[in-house]
């Protein structure tokens, strides 16, 4: 079974192989860039 997953990983058609490593790297760690601004931003009180 997990032999099929990464085998789904490394054919995947919007990122590359070195990107999916890049962002299994950084989910072990608990760290990831988040660009842009909009991420940043008050709860609203609805």
Known sequence: ?????????DTNAF???DVI????IK???????MRGMAL???NSNI
């Not at 079974?1 to 990983?9: F, G, N, P, T």
């Not at 989910?27 to 860039?33: D, E, H, I, P, T």
């Open 1 to 9: 079974m997990v032999e099929e997953i990464k085998a789904s990983w």
């Open 15 to 17: 990122f590359t192989p």
């Open 21 to 24: 490593d890049d962002i299994h």
């Open 27 to 33: 989910s072990q760690l608990g760290r990831y860039r």
């Open 40 to 42: 940043i931003k008050k």
